[in-house]
């Protein structure tokens, strides 16, 4: 680290906590040359996750819509909000840890459709009939036939 009072290229760290609730670093440096201290803090580089929705245009991913589809899709059914948050997070880990920067809104959803398979089936199934877009009583019975031969 660069010391900002006399640029030498070189400092010891003599302090590290954690600050900001443990998001980011605070280290208290001391130049090797001047011996001047100074205070630098890192934190972890987070690149913003690009969703290609189904018209070809682009958004930053929002985990609350996601969570909001989700919720619907649970209302009056025995599913904890933070059962749906958990999803949600193993959802988010997931495309972090693919090292995509930007991903279908298809890729998501069948995600999304994976976790409440586990959760809830009449969540999944109400999921499912807006996010596959059901055009007629037919593919929304083979989806239930499906459902039910996985079972």
């Known amino acids: 680290m660069k010391c900002p009072y006399c640029f030498y290229p070189e400092s010891k760290v003599i302090d590290s906590r954690p600050a900001d609730d443990g998001q980011r670093i605070r280290r208290r440096r ?10 630098t803090y890192e934190s972890i580089e987070s690149q913003p996750l690009i969703i290609i929705k189904r018209d070809k245009s682009r ?11 989700m919720l619907r899709a649970c209302e009056k059914r025995p ?3 933070q059962t749906l948050e958990t999803a949600i997070d193993e959802i988010e880990s997931q ?3 693919s090292f995509e920067r930007e991903v279908t809104s298809v890729q998501i959803g069948e995600l999304a459709l994976a ?4 959760i809830d089936e009449i969540a999944y199934v109400r999921f499912a009939s807006v996010y596959r877009d059901f055009n007629d ?3 929304f019975m083979e989806a239930l036939h499906s459902l039910k031969n996985n079972k």
């Open 115 to 118: 976790k409440l398979k586990d």
């Open 30 to 39: 001391e130049c090797m040359q001047c011996a001047k201290r100074f205070t």
């Open 95 to 97: 495309l972090q840890n």
């Open 79 to 81: 599913v904890s909000l």
């Open 137 to 139: 009583i037919e593919s």
């Open 59 to 69: 958004q930053v991913f929002d985990r609350n819509k996601l969570l909001s589809g």
